[in-house]
């Protein structure tokens, strides 16, 4: 029987949703394949995140360290290499996230394995496995094979699986380990975690969200947006491009590196849809998209789209509600 590794990933004390869309996917698989799936899980003192991973995994190997309380890539690096020495698994996942970033690469130069990057579907063909990834700003979905290797490891795009109702339904025996040898001082220090502000308003507490991107064209344009946003009760939010271009301040910035929202209904007027800004709202529960270009990528994960120039649009919606 093979194996699966996933790695656990938390922030600020809590396990990330990356984790559990982790081992929804190696849960899958583990079973098409008849393999054991393994936690690895990095922890601070008294963490205790066991608890929350072991109905998803067959087994969790817990490695509790103060230095595990927040991110630590190089001694981890170490660690997992010499468990990937013993086990062998067939493919280990990793979070595709600022963490995982600076992990698996550096993982896959030590261990020799083949690594594919940022991946929103893994298929087992044969004896490898063969991963999909997007090209062209999200256009081009691509399928990857790997050279032939032992074992395998691939970082997940967050938001690429969706853990299933009822999946976790394993029981995990938790293995405590020691780290075995002194995996040496690490080559970076963490200094602190750096939440992007609420600022005067809490993008992610919004109900209806008038998102903003660079189709905006020109800052000036800004104003006539925010006018409708305030006409139909809603929050003005944006892409990084325009915090970027210091149009709007950074607390209105929606994705990764700004704040994830769960609006009930979120407007993108001029956003393309990177995976950055729609990883931030998976949460909403109704998204509309305007954009010229019928092929942006936001149209994939859009419930009702419109393709138009955002201009005339939102013209039309204020002329509606003049009535
Ligand atoms: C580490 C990292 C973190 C990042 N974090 C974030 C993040 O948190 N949030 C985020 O948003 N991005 C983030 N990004 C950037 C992200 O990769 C994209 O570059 C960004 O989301 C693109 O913003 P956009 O859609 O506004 O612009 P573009 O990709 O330039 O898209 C503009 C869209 O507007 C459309 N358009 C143009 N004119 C009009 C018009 N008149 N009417 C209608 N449609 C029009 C175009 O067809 C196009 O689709 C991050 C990138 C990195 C590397």
């Not at 072991?54 to 468990?83: G, H, P, Q, Y």
């Not at 299933?164 to 780290?179: F, L, S």
């Not at 998204?287 to 936001?298: C, E, F, Q, T």
């Amino acid at each position: 029987m093979g194996e699966i590794f996933v790695v656990v990933e938390h922030r600020q004390g809590e396990v990330r949703n990356i984790t559990f869309e982790m081992l929804f996917k190696a849960g899958e698989l583990c079973k098409s394949l008849d393999h054991k799936l393994t936690a690895i899980l990095f922890e601070g003192k008294g963490q205790s995140f066991e608890s929350e991973i072991s109905m998803w995994a067959d087994t969790v190997i817990v490695f509790e360290d103060e230095r595990f309380r927040d991110f630590d890539a190089d001694t981890c690096k170490e660690i997992i290499n010499s468990l990937i020495k013993q086990h062998r698994p067939f493919i280990t996942l990793i979070g595709h996230t600022s963490w995982g970033i600076d992990l698996a690469p550096a993982l896959s130069v030590k261990s020799g394995y083949p690594i594919a990057t940022d991946c929103v579907d893994i298929m087992v063909e044969g004896i490898s496995p063969k991963v999909i990834r997007q090209m062209y700003g999200g256009k081009v979905f691509c399928r990857v094979s790997f050279k032939e290797s032992d074992g395998y490891l691939i970082t997940v795009r967050p938001g690429a699986f969706i853990p299933a109702e009822g999946a976790a339904d394993r029981q995990a025996d938790v293995i405590r380990m020691d780290i075995a040898s002194d995996p040496g001082a690490p080559k970076k220090d963490f200094v602190e975690f750096v939440d992007t502000g609420a600022g005067e308003l809490d993008i992610s507490q919004a109900e209806f969200l008038v998102s903003i991107g660079r189709g905006i064209g020109e800052k000036e344009n800004i104003e006539a947006i925010k006018e409708l946003a305030d006409t139909m009760g809603g929050t003005l939010s944006c892409s990084r491009p325009i915090v970027d271009m210091n149009w709007l301040p950074k607390y209105h910035q929606v994705g990764t590196s700004g704040k994830s929202v769960r609006p009930k209904v979120y407007l993108a007027l001029g956003i393309s849809g990177a995976f950055q800004h729609v990883a931030g709202i998976s949460g909403a529960q109704t998204v509309i998209a305007v954009n010229k270009d019928k092929k942006a990528p936001i149209f994939r994960v859009s419930d009702y789209g419109v393709v138009d120039d955002l201009f005339i649009i939102a013209d039309a919606l204020k002329e509606k509600l003049k009535r």
